[in-house]
């Protein structure tokens, strides 16, 4: 079932400064494009095919924190075998943290 097909969709995004966005599915299948072709897994069809399983597994939730979002996708493509793509998205998430300013 497309994600268009689904009848119920989370609604909002809670980013890391408590502010809230749309959710978008799109966004996600950029990360986990831009992921895969980091480390010549996969590319864009198979990019698509992982984000709709990532959204069918966000279904029961209206609103999710961006760190619920990031957790399905790396649990998805370990599932999937990118165990690669899987490490390098992690460690790029982690990267990031460290950059961030602590938030009080």
Known sequence: MSPEQMP???QK???RDGSEVSFDIDKIERAIEAAGQA???FGAYEAKALADAVLSRLLDFQCLAVE???EKVELILMEA???TTASA?????ERNA???PLQS
């Open 8 to 10: 119920y969709r989370p």
């Open 13 to 15: 995004l809670i980013k």
């Open 39 to 41: 480390t010549r897994q």
């Open 68 to 70: 619920q979002v990031q």
């Open 81 to 83: 075998g990118y165990y």
């Open 89 to 93: 998205y992690i460690v790029h998430r």
């Open 98 to 100: 460290r950059q961030r």
